[in-house]
């Protein structure tokens, strides 16, 4: 019986496109308070129970209708597929499980499962490549609690952010090559925004993160927990493994809320200024998210194709996520296939403490 599992974790999706579904994972994503972190409770519960959840089902509901498969959600489908294209790499011995921190399938339920099976090691990759509190580390801290709680005796040990990592630079230019021979005028590398505030509020020295001139290329263990920082890197990677002219590429952010300041230059506001500049055959890379999703489809795809041709711009291309790539396979087969390296199946009882 197999006593070593990888486990993938994305964000998540709505059950259906019907308002209620939607309000319902809605509820659970901005309830957490490390994605909605302020104004400070109560006041906190008051805009999301009294003003966004009464407001931004319906209109969300319809964005997500507009990218639905027959099959149910693409984040959800393509997950699938990659887990079980995953599994097929790596063979019966090492089950690959999947779950979503919002949603369906479940991290406790999942945890559960593993443990009932005989697993004793656990490998956690988080499908997201740069650290954030609000993506990363939640994913983190909500599967070490349910471990904690449901399979205290289970190790779990968790691949790190893999924005910089050589196999996932090249697995990116694997999916992005082909878009690249195109005809194009400009490369918008679109991430997704979080507050300027979480980049300080991650930031451990409180010295570094927007204080520090050019701090994202200042070295500094700020750096292991910075958003930014990391994707600049995987920015400036991408671009020398492609080889690409740097006043023809750029960094923007998309999916900001209103209320605060967020990371700048914002995606949309881009797309209406590059066709004013003579950039008007356009490709767009979403490299924040490894499957595609409402973020990418609907917001880049649709509005944001829509935005920029009605900007004056002739062409523009969203270059796919990585998805279900071969390229992206092998990159998390060899990930795992390390770990196990260094994780033979225990031998014996279980351990007298976890190893988390």
Known sequence: MPDRAVLLVN?????????????????????????????????????????????????????????????????IVTSRSVQQKL???????VPVALAMRYGRPAIAPVISQLAASGV???????????????????????VREAAARLAPRLRLETEPPFYADDDYIEALYASVGPYLVKPHDHLLFSYHG?????????DSSKAHCTLVPDCCETCSPAQATCYKAQITRTTQLLARRAGLDPARYSISFQSRLVGEPWLQPYTDFELRRLPA?????????????????LETLEEIRVAGRETFLQAGGESFDHIPCLNDHPAYIDFLAGRALRWLTSNPPIEGKFPERPGI
């Open 11 to 75: 964000l998540g999706s709505p059950d259906s496109t019907s308002v209620a579904d939607v309000r319902r994972y809605l509820a659970e994503f901005l309830g957490d308070d490390r994605v909605l972190d302020a104004p400070p409770q109560p006041l906190r519960w008051l805009l999301l129970h009294g003003i966004i959840l009464r407001t931004r089902p319906a209109k969300s509901a319809h964005a997500y209708a507009s990218i639905w498969t027959p099959a149910g959600s693409p984040l």
């Open 87 to 93: 599994a097929a790499a790596l063979g019966p011995d």
């Open 120 to 142: 004793r090691k656990v490998l956690l990759i988080p499908q997201y490549p740069h650290y954030a509190m609000s993506s990363w580390e939640t994913v983190v801290v909500k």
């Open 194 to 202: 979080i507050p300027v505030r979480h980049l300080r509020k991650a």
């Open 277 to 293: 500049q003579g950039k008007k055959r356009l490709l767009v890379i979403t490299p924040a998210f490894v499957a595609d999703c």
